[in-house]
């Protein structure tokens, strides 16, 4: 069995994990320091390197050069591979590794896989990363294929056809948004089968891998294995009536912006996918077939939020998670209406669950508007809103940007830096660091006393 190093052990998991994702970070930059990974003639600077590296470490995808002027083919598979296992996480790609050694997982892997993919037990762990690898593997493999033979339209010979297409497949799956056209999608801004192939790539790295597995159960075995008919559990019903009815409201008001305005002399399906494409990228992807700086402000703000939002827990997505959202909104209603607690689907939601959403709801603002605020004084001839936007989509892991990015000072990519790792590991891990175990019994109590409020 493999065992953790015995300095190691001493670290809670929490802190182990974040520990993995910084070797991850700085086994990146060594990677893009490799000269063979630039095309002839392309220096970048070091802090640049850094700032790309974690970019793809943490699943972003945020740029400050052209990637296809850039990185030579073997540069391309360097950032495939660290989007591989930033996307599908570093415990489950170390457990693969584990399994492929034929070393037996022991108790303090699992604890560290169960952090690492916010699961609240340790049982079946090890069939969770097995089922994660294949299926995500699977869909990536599938994808490249279709997109090979399809982009034999767009490109001249069936090697760049299928070099674009497993790029293409991979960075939409693991939800980075980055790009070898050097146009992001706006080559395919008329192709709904291209637009409809990323859609469908992107919620599948973005709507949650235990929602995947349950998916894949009932469609292939439909009874429990003790022979009990199959039913959704808690987290997958609210996650994904939470992420489509986001999708649907997204999309909704972004045509209803635009109608007057981008859209104004774009056909009716046209704008649709327009709407639609760009609202699925908010997820956490960042691909746009358009020039988002195009859309108006309350466009953009209304993608600011969903930024903000991200995808969903125990996926590649970053932000404070669609199932957050979703608490807090049940928290409010239920409140209003004089409820001390929350029920939903012949279920009631865990007081615990309820504060931590409400914890990272108000962290996660206060750090962004913090972020903002050092930054417009750091960089004071860009435009406020135009940080703002840049933060949002650092801490979402999105990757959309006004295009200040590159012309900010080190001291603001460094916080955009700080923020997309944040948003990567996520803020139950960050929790776990700073509190410790989960559940901590309290030994005394003081008298309770009201507090006038509002």
């Known amino acids: ?57 943490t699943d972003t995808g945020m ?29 489950v790609m170390n457990t693969a590794l584990w399994l492929f050694l034929g070393q037996k997982i022991g108790f303090r892997q699992r604890q560290l896989i169960m952090i690492d993919n916010n699961q609240y037990a340790l049982s079946g762990l090890v069939r969770l990363v097995k089922d994660i690898l294949k299926m995500i593997i699977f869909i990536e493999l599938i994808g490249a294929l279709i997109y090979g033979v399809y982009f034999l339209n767009y490109f001249p010979t069936w090697k760049e056809a299928f ?14 948004g980055i790009d070898i056209t050097g146009e992001s999608y706006v080559p395919f801004a008329s192709d709904y089968f291209v637009q409809l192939m990323t859609i469908i790539q992107i919620i599948i790295g973005s709507i949650g891998f235990p929602v995947l597995i349950e998916v894949k159960e009932y469609l292939f ?31 909704g008001l972004i045509l209803l912006l635009e109608f007057q305005h981008y859209f104004k002399d774009i056909s009716w399906h046209k704008s649709f996918f327009y709407a639609f494409f760009q609202i699925v990228s908010t997820r956490s992807t960042g691909f746009s077939t358009m020039d988002i700086t195009e859309f108006s402000y309350p466009t953009l703000i209304v993608i ?30 239920n409140f209003a209406k004089g409820r001390r607690n929350i029920k939903i ?19 996660a603002i206060v750090m962004c508007l913090a972020s903002v605020i050092m930054i417009s004084i750091s960089d004071k001839q860009q435009q406020l809103f135009d940080i703002f936007f ?25 916080i955009l830096m700080i923020l997309m790792f944040i948003g990567r590991i996520g803020f139950p891990t960050i929790f776990l660091i700073i509190g410790g175990k989960n559940n901590k019994e309290e030994k005394y109590h003081y008298p309770k006393e009201r507090v006038i409020t509002g």
């Open 163 to 176: 070099l674009q297409g497993l790029f293409a497949s991979v960075t939409a799956t693991t939800n980075a």
């Open 1 to 57: 069995m493999i065992k953790i190093p015995v300095g190691l052990n001493k670290l809670s998991p929490a802190q182990i994990i974040v520990g993995y994702y910084l070797l991850a970070v700085i086994i990146s930059s060594l990677l893009f320091c490799i000269p063979a990974a630039y095309k002839p003639g392309v220096e970048v600077s070091f802090f640049d390197t850094i700032f790309m590296a974690v970019s793809v470490a």
């Open 304 to 333: 600011v939020i969903f930024m903000f939002i991200g995808g969903s827990p125990n996926s590649m997505g970053g932000g404070i998670r669609t199932t957050t959202l979703a608490l807090n909104l049940l928290f409010i209603y």
């Open 63 to 91: 740029t400050l050069f052209n990637i296809s002027e850039t990185y030579s083919v073997f540069g391309y598979f360097i950032i495939m591979i660290v989007l591989q296992f930033s996307g599908l996480g570093i415990m």
């Open 221 to 251: 075995k439909r009874k429990t294995e003790l022979g009990y008919p199959f039913r959704f559990s808690l987290y997958t019903k609210l996650t994904t009536i939470t992420y489509g009815i986001l999708l649907i409201i997204g999309t």
């Open 345 to 363: 689907f012949n279920r009631e939601i865990h007081q615990e669950d309820i504060m931590k959403s409400l914890a990272i709801t108000l962290i």
């Open 390 to 414: 840049e933060v949002c989509s650092s801490f979402g892991t999105v990757g959309f940007s006004m295009g200040i990015t590159p012309e900010l000072s080190n001291f603001a990519k460094s």
